[in-house]
């Protein structure tokens, strides 16, 4: 099955060369054997890069100082820079603002809470989905980032955890969600290769856990069921925003291609397939979508048709720079999970982070341009 990408409206440049992880460690074998040099020699570049998050083969002194160079020139290319990083939180939220040498921006942000560390990723450089109230979606799309540009995201900071280069000591980073900028479905063969890589035990991968991934869709209907086959238990988080089609359409212009019927039935299918709890998140706008008329029917479709397998996530809006939106009031707020809750379908407020260091999806990068 071919999965429609949305088109994109900027210009789309070339992805960057092969990066070591690009490749699975079979892959990385084989890349061996044509340099000449012992398969084994993966293994080891691997241990250092999933297990030590070290990724300058120059510093991996198992290697014989002849072929370091070799394979820094083969398996190593230059990816992700770092321009800028903003705290706030008082240290336990770390935005960071990447540059490729091609000039790409995007953005991850890495968030420390008592229990866990969670880092959201970018997959896309800028976004085709153009969603009104995010910063991203009014940029429009740069390009699709490789594989490698998105693990690299989660190997620094994996590293910046280990180290203990965050507020609260040494940790390890536990949680990655693809809630950055870009649409992962959109970007899907990318994806899901990032994901086995953060997911597969080391050496292989990072070792995080399936079940603390979450890809975070528009609601592309056909990658959802694709990825409910792939025989992963990543969780889907779903932006519906809207429990009507109407308004769905300006809201998540995604809509208009695949609609809330279809969407849903999709997440249906993903908790079928997968058992797992699909994530609904529901960006709260004041005199937008925030009428308890929308939560009775919000809890009534879940309900319907999710039964257990849902869970709403209301994201108080962020607003961005320009727009005219904001949040809706603290009661309105209350009333709205209230009404949810009264249909038989959990809902909770997302805790908001890094409000004033722009981290509202794309904010940053949007500054940067
Ligand atoms: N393209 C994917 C993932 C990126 S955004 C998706 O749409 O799901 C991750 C979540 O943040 C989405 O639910 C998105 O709608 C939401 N979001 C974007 N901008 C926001 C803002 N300004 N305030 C609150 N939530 C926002």
Same mark, same amino acid.
């Given at each position: 099955m071919t999965i429609p990408v949305p088109l994109a409206r900027g210009p789309r440049r070339g992805l960057p060369p092969t990066h070591f992880a690009d490749l699975t460690l079979s892959?990385?074998?084989?890349?061996? =054997? *044509?340099?000449?040099?012992?398969?084994?020699?993966?293994? +080891?570049?691997?241990?250092?890069?999933?297990? =030590?998050?070290?990724?300058?083969? &120059?510093?991996?002194?198992?290697? %014989?100082?002849?072929? !370091?160079?070799?394979?820094?020139?083969?398996? #190593?290319?230059?990816?992700?820079?770092?321009?800028?990083?903003?705290?706030?939180?008082g240290g336990a939220t770390q935005k960071t603002l990447w540059k490729s040498p091609d000039g790409t921006v995007l953005e991850s942000v890495l968030m420390r809470y008592s229990d866990r560390a969670t880092l959201c990723i970018s997959s896309q450089a800028g976004c085709a989905q153009a969603c009104p #109230? @995010?910063?991203?979606?009014?940029?429009?799309?740069?390009?699709?980032?490789?594989?490698? *540009?998105?693990?690299?995201q989660v190997r620094v900071a994996a590293s910046t955890m280990e180290k203990g280069e965050m507020e609260g000591g040494p940790g390890r980073l536990s949680n990655v969600v693809f809630m950055g900028m870009g649409e992962p479905l959109a970007n899907y063969k990318r994806v899901l290769r990032a994901i086995r890589q953060i997911t597969a035990p080391i050496p292989q991968g990072f070792g995080i856990s399936q079940r603390h991934v979450t890809v975070s869709t528009v609601g592309v209907a056909p990658a959802i069921r694709r990825l409910a086959d792939e025989d992963l238990?990543?969780?889907?988080?779903? /932006?519906?925003? @809207?429990?009507?089609?109407?308004? $769905?359409?300006? &809201?998540?212009?995604?809509?208009? !291609?695949?609609?809330?019927?279809?969407?849903?039935?999709?997440?249906?299918?993903?908790?079928? $397939?997968?058992?797992?709890?699909?994530?609904? *998140?529901?960006?709260?706008?004041?005199?937008?979508?925030d009428q308890l008329w929308r939560a009775d029917m919000l809890g009534q479709l879940l309900h319907?048709?999710? +039964? +257990?397998?849902?869970?709403?996530?209301?994201? %108080?809006?962020? %607003?961005?720079?320009?727009?005219?939106?904001?949040? /809706? %009031? $603290?009661? =309105?707020?209350?009333?709205?999970?209230?009404?949810?809750?009264?249909?038989?379908?959990t809902c909770t407020v997302r805790d908001t982070r890094g409000q004033d260091i722009a981290a509202a999806c794309g904010q940053l990068a949007a500054e940067e341009k």
């Amino acid at each position: 099955m071919t999965i429609p990408v949305p088109l994109a409206r900027g210009p789309r440049r070339g992805l960057p060369p092969t990066h070591f992880a690009d490749l699975t460690l079979s892959e990385v074998k084989n890349k061996m =054997r *044509e340099l000449g040099m012992p398969a084994f020699r993966a293994d +080891q570049i691997a241990r250092h890069y999933y297990g =030590r998050y070290e990724a300058d083969p &120059l510093q991996m002194t198992d290697l %014989p100082t002849g072929i !370091r160079e070799a394979v820094k020139d083969a398996l #190593f290319p230059q990816l992700l820079s770092p321009v800028r990083y903003i705290e706030a939180d008082g240290g336990a939220t770390q935005k960071t603002l990447w540059k490729s040498p091609d000039g790409t921006v995007l953005e991850s942000v890495l968030m420390r809470y008592s229990d866990r560390a969670t880092l959201c990723i970018s997959s896309q450089a800028g976004c085709a989905q153009a969603c009104p #109230f @995010c910063a991203t979606g009014q940029l429009g799309i740069q390009r699709q980032l490789s594989a490698a *540009e998105i693990v690299e995201q989660v190997r620094v900071a994996a590293s910046t955890m280990e180290k203990g280069e965050m507020e609260g000591g040494p940790g390890r980073l536990s949680n990655v969600v693809f809630m950055g900028m870009g649409e992962p479905l959109a970007n899907y063969k990318r994806v899901l290769r990032a994901i086995r890589q953060i997911t597969a035990p080391i050496p292989q991968g990072f070792g995080i856990s399936q079940r603390h991934v979450t890809v975070s869709t528009v609601g592309v209907a056909p990658a959802i069921r694709r990825l409910a086959d792939e025989d992963l238990a990543v969780t889907l988080a779903i /932006s519906l925003h @809207c429990p009507d089609d109407e308004l $769905r359409n300006t &809201l998540v212009p995604a809509n208009n !291609r695949w609609p809330l019927a279809d969407v849903i039935d999709a997440a249906k299918y993903y908790a079928d $397939r997968t058992g797992r709890r699909i994530s609904i *998140e529901y960006a709260f706008i004041r005199d937008v979508n925030d009428q308890l008329w929308r939560a009775d029917m919000l809890g009534q479709l879940l309900h319907r048709e999710l +039964q +257990q397998m849902a869970h709403v996530n209301l994201i %108080p809006l962020n %607003p961005t720079p320009g727009s005219e939106w904001d949040a /809706s %009031p $603290r009661d =309105r707020q209350d009333a709205f999970v209230q009404h949810v809750r009264a249909q038989g379908v959990t809902c909770t407020v997302r805790d908001t982070r890094g409000q004033d260091i722009a981290a509202a999806c794309g904010q940053l990068a949007a500054e940067e341009k």
